[in-house]
């Protein structure tokens, strides 16, 4: 079930925030756990780097939080951004 949310605009382009929630390797190129903001745990999708272009900045930060929480032994959440 879809909750409605309003995509952003950014360089002419529509864009919608999202949660990164995990990351695994698909033929050797990660891929990233997206939950869509206003959307429900059902429609997250599996996203590579090439459609998280204005979220890099969110990728690297969970990069960073992942391996201080692997380190720590804590689980991870990020905070969402604009994609």
């Given amino acids: 079930m879809k909750i409605l949310s309003s995509p952003i605009e950014i360089n002419g ?6 949660k990164i929630l995990n990351r695994r390797d698909v033929r050797r190129k ?7 903001k206003g959307y429900m745990a059902e429609e997250d999708t599996c996203e590579g780097l090439e459609n998280l272009g204005n979220a890099m900045d969110l990728v690297k930060e969970f ?5 201080k929480g692997e380190e720590e032994g804590k689980s991870i959440e990020s ?4 994609v």
């Fill in 13 to 18: 382009e529509k864009e919608y925030e999202v």
């Fill in 30 to 36: 990660p891929k990233y756990l997206v939950r869509w």
């Fill in 63 to 67: 990069k960073k939080e992942k391996e």
């Fill in 79 to 82: 905070r969402s951004r604009g």
